[in-house]
């Protein structure tokens, strides 16, 4: 009889494990190389520390530094592998870690996880609530395509340029993740744009607010910027190589060089009286919360160019890998 209990009370323990849902669905790079080493994995599944929430995800933001990381390429600031990948996530509360108060369960939020974590690439994760922040009234989808890539424009236009009213920023790669979101922050704040892109995202731009759009195939940004008279207090550099190098030239003097990709150049800088640096984003819950409030007020929309099953990840790295997404590539969670 005693026997016959033992089996039943196990058995139910092993259900209520599985109804629990103490493991789950993620995808891992098992090793760095090629999109083939993104593997979709059973794994466990995380648990909300002190000060943390565990997000249910619906959506993970796919960048270029996702690839960059897979790749092996930024070694000194990624986890060794087997990691999963993923730095933009939105999706509802799951618990609270001891200490949150500003959260409660089923509140739907995103956030950015910074490079040295990740981990969205997953049905669950664990994110300091100090770093998130509710998301805006958009979709799941619509959401996760923010946190990394706009918070990388807001801190390179308002933390390292202290962009103001009145003055001209030059965007570099404007049709991308960084460079979208670059634009309408900027208008957001009165000033001038001039982007530069491909023909084929020209129309698109002029509808974020782009004031003049240049056709990097065709024409050098630094003779329109001349033939039109424009004085550029800003460039934002998301290209890097020779677009860099050339940048220095359309500052006014005083002016300031914020690159994502390359550290500056002092002879460069000394050469046209101007000011360069290179950052790197950094989580910030109270940022989120300031661009869910324009997104929410219809200045700011996240654009999506596609939407895959978290099973796709590595097709979804292949179309990044190719430079040419418009906005932003997200895997959906279901």
Same mark, same amino acid.
């Given at each position: 009889?005693?026997?016959?209990?033992?089996?039943?009370?196990?058995?139910?323990?092993?259900?209520?494990?599985?109804?629990?849902?103490?493991?789950?669905?993620?995808?891992?790079?098992?090793?760095?190389?090629?999109?083939?080493?993104?593997?979709?994995?059973?794994?466990?599944?995380?648990?909300?520390?002190?000060?943390?929430?565990?997000?249910?995800?619906?959506?993970?933001?796919?960048?270029?530094?996702?690839?960059?990381?897979?790749?092996?390429?930024?070694?000194?600031?990624?986890?060794?592998?087997?990691?999963?990948?993923?730095?933009?996530?939105?999706?509802?509360?799951?618990?609270?870690?001891?200490?949150?108060?500003?959260?409660?369960?089923?509140?739907?939020?995103?956030?950015?996880?910074?490079?040295?974590?990740?981990?969205?690439?997953?049905?669950?994760? &664990?994110?300091?609530? +100090? /770093?998130? #922040?509710?998301?805006? =009234?958009?979709?799941?989808?619509?959401?996760?395509?923010?946190? %990394? !890539?706009?918070?990388?424009?807001?801190?390179?236009?308002?933390?390292?340029?202290?962009?103001?009213?009145?003055?001209?920023?030059?965007?570099?790669?404007?049709?991308?993740?960084?460079?979208?979101?670059?634009?309408?922050?900027?208008?957001?704040?009165?000033?001038?744009?001039?982007?530069?892109?491909?023909?084929?995202?020209?129309?698109?731009?002029?509808?974020?607010?782009?004031?003049?759009?240049?056709?990097?195939?065709?024409?050098?940004?630094?003779?329109?910027?001349?033939?039109?008279?424009?004085?550029?207090?800003?460039?934002?550099?998301?290209?890097?190589?020779?677009?860099?190098?050339?940048?220095?030239?359309?500052?006014?003097?005083?002016?300031?060089?914020?690159?994502?990709?390359?550290?500056?150049? &002092?002879?460069?800088? +000394? /050469?046209? #009286?101007?000011?360069? =640096?290179?950052?790197?984003?950094?989580?910030?819950?109270?940022? %989120? !919360?300031?661009?869910?409030?324009?997104?929410?007020?219809?200045?700011?929309?996240?654009?999506?160019?596609?939407?895959?099953?978290?099973?796709?990840?590595?097709?979804?790295?292949?179309?990044?890998?190719?430079?040419?997404?418009?906005?932003?590539?997200?895997?959906?969670?279901?």
């Amino acid at each position: 009889m005693r026997t016959a209990i033992g089996l039943i009370v196990a058995t139910v323990s092993l259900i209520s494990s599985i109804t629990l849902g103490q493991t789950m669905k993620a995808v891992r790079a098992t090793a760095y190389g090629g999109p083939e080493v993104l593997k979709v994995e059973e794994i466990d599944r995380p648990k909300a520390g002190p000060g943390e929430l565990l997000v249910r995800v619906r959506a993970a933001g796919v960048n270029p530094v996702d690839w960059k990381i897979r790749q092996g390429l930024l070694r000194s600031m990624s986890p060794q592998p087997p990691f999963i990948p993923g730095y933009d996530i939105a999706g509802t509360v799951e618990s609270l870690g001891e200490g949150v108060s500003e959260f409660k369960v089923g509140d739907e939020v995103y956030a950015y996880l910074s490079l040295t974590k990740g981990g969205g690439y997953a049905e669950f994760v &664990a994110v300091p609530a +100090k /770093e998130a #922040a509710r998301k805006p =009234k958009t979709d799941f989808a619509e959401a996760a395509a923010v946190p %990394l !890539a706009g918070l990388t424009a807001w801190q390179a236009l308002f933390t390292q340029a202290s962009l103001k009213q009145g003055q001209t920023v030059l965007i570099h790669g404007a049709a991308g993740g960084v460079g979208h979101f670059a634009v309408q922050f900027a208008k957001s704040k009165g000033a001038t744009v001039i982007a530069t892109a491909s023909s084929a995202n020209h129309d698109f731009l002029k509808k974020l607010g782009a004031d003049v759009v240049i056709d990097y195939t065709t024409e050098k940004f630094e003779d329109v910027i001349k033939d039109r008279k424009l004085e550029v207090d800003l460039v934002l550099d998301s290209i890097g190589a020779d677009t860099h190098d050339r940048s220095y030239a359309v500052l006014k003097k005083g002016g300031t060089l914020v690159s994502i990709v390359q550290p500056p150049k &002092a002879d460069k800088m +000394k /050469e046209y #009286a101007v000011n360069a =640096k290179v950052f790197l984003v950094m989580p910030n819950g109270p940022q %989120l !919360a300031e661009i869910a409030r324009l997104i929410d007020a219809g200045t700011v929309t996240a654009h999506v160019s596609a939407k895959l099953p978290l099973e796709e990840a590595a097709r979804a790295h292949e179309l990044s890998q190719t430079g040419k997404t418009r906005g932003k590539i997200v895997l959906e969670v279901k």
